[in-house]
């Protein structure tokens, strides 16, 4: 991956799989220049379909074989919705046992279409973070030990839908995600409302969109090629990460499955010089 460049990238299957069933819903050339409700109705099927393909990929992993994992494939099975304390919340993707309860749980969001007046992605970013502390507080307040990851979901065109003052709607949401994510201890309430892990996955919907000016993109991607960014990672201000620091989908649920499994926290520790003696 060190000379790959994204035009060099194929499309993922997984992908081309979850924008055939949104399309199958809405043609996103319908809900790109449409109101509200295509955009609502595209952006749902959109969401159910890759936390089905998520799913499998976490179903086929070692770590996770003597769990359920849920929604199925083939739709025979949606993840549960989490009671607790009188609150509801649907998980997207679940594993779980019915003895130790949840393990790993992925919430979805998307911020899929453009801001008809800024032509900027992020404009509910702050609103999708207030949806994930709290879907993150609920289960964390019952299930502290409960490994909750936000996966967010923006298109290609986010690198680059700002001016080259601010940072793009990639770059902000990254730094928004990061600062939401990340806990120092499990059993202490103050920490229950941050995600334990958080990716971007920036997918190419194969709109023929092409705002003018700084929003508009010089290259053509092929529909489908979707990259996973660690927000852990420092992201560019500006246009697409490189690819070599980004993760494929089974690259994201292996470091997924690491920390479930702790081997993300077995690193030798760095030990600094001591004072010299006299």
Request: proline share 7%.
């Given at each position: ?200 996955g920036l997918y190419v919907p194969g709109d023929e969109e092409k705002p003018s000016g700084s929003a508009s993109y010089a290259d053509e991607l092929a529909r489908g090629v979707v990259r996973y960014f660690d927000v852990n990672d420092p992201p560019p201000r500006?246009?697409r990460p490189v690819v070599k620091s980004t993760l494929d989908l089974e690259q994201m649920v292996e470091r997924i499955e690491k920390r479930f499994r702790g081997e993300d926290q077995l690193d030798p520790a760095e030990w600094a010089d001591p004072e010299p003696?006299?």
């Amino acid at each position: 991956m060190h000379n790959v460049s994204w035009k060099d990238l194929k499309p993922d299957l997984h992908m081309l799989a979850a924008l055939d069933a949104a399309d199958s819903i809405v043609p996103r050339a319908t809900a790109v220049s449409g109101d509200r409700a295509p955009r609502h109705a595209w952006s749902n099927a959109f969401a159910d379909a890759c936390a089905k393909e998520v799913a499998a990929e976490f179903a086929v992993r070692k770590a996770f074989k003597k769990f359920t994992v849920l929604p199925k494939r083939d739709g025979t099975s949606e993840p549960p919705t989490f009671v607790a304390g009188g609150k509801q919340k649907k998980l997207d993707v679940a594993v779980a046992s019915g003895i130790s309860g949840l393990q790993v749980a992925v919430s979805l969001k998307g911020m899929n279409f453009r801001d008809k007046q800024g032509h900027q992605f992020d404009k509910n970013l702050t609103g999708r973070t207030y949806e994930l502390r709290d879907e993150v507080k609920i289960v964390h307040e019952y299930q502290p030990a409960a490994i909750m990851v936000a996966l967010y979901f923006l298109p290609i065109g986010a690198t680059c839908d700002k001016t080259s003052r601010a940072p793009s709607s990639f770059a902000r949401t990254v730094l928004r995600l990061r600062s939401n994510t990340g806990r120092l201890d499990n059993t202490l309430p103050s920490q229950w409302d941050r995600a334990d892990m958080g990716f971007v996955g920036l997918y190419v919907p194969g709109d023929e969109e092409k705002p003018s000016g700084s929003a508009s993109y010089a290259d053509e991607l092929a529909r489908g090629v979707v990259r996973y960014f660690d927000v852990n990672d420092p992201p560019p201000r500006r246009g697409r990460p490189v690819v070599k620091s980004t993760l494929d989908l089974e690259q994201m649920v292996e470091r997924i499955e690491k920390r479930f499994r702790g081997e993300d926290q077995l690193d030798p520790a760095e030990w600094a010089d001591p004072e010299p003696e006299s």
